[in-house]
């Protein structure tokens, strides 16, 4: 390997099994990445986990990171993410895995020229 090829290398190397180091997000970031409820909606379902039994037939286990602590919770996977909200540009996702995790992802944008793009709103 050419010596002046093992630094930047080695840096990669670093970055993957480390992780990056990025700047601290600000109290104003990490409030827009938090889930929180909508007023007047409630998550019902029992509490679950990779030790706990199976949730009950149509519910799904889920990993809420809400703004009042992160939960496991059996839930409507169709239906969750019309009862919780994200801070402005962000919206609520359902990351496929087990248990699923329900968290505030940046807003979709319609890409210019598609049927959707006229309602949509701008992106950044």
């Known amino acids: 390997m050419k010596r002046n090829t093992r630094l930047p290398v ?3 190397v670093l970055c ?3 992780g990056c180091a990025s700047a601290p997000e600000t109290s104003a970031g ?3 990445s938090k889930l929180s409820l909508r ?3 409630v998550l019902e379902g029992p509490a679950c986990g990779l030790e706990s039994p199976e949730c009950p037939e149509g519910l799904t286990c889920a990993s809420l ?5 992160r939960s496991f919770q059996c839930v409507r996977a169709q239906e969750v993410c019309d009862r919780l909200q994200c801070g402005q540009g962000r919206e609520c996702v359902i990351l496929e895995s087990y248990p699923a995790q329900i968290r505030c992802g940046p807003e979709r944008c319609a890409p210019p020229g598609s049927r959707d793009a006229a309602s ?3 992106c950044r």
């Open 10 to 12: 080695l840096m990669a």
């Open 16 to 18: 993957v099994f480390v």
């Open 30 to 32: 990490l409030e827009e």
């Open 39 to 41: 007023d007047g909606a």
């Open 65 to 69: 990171d809400l703004d009042t602590g």
């Open 120 to 122: 949509s709103q701008t």
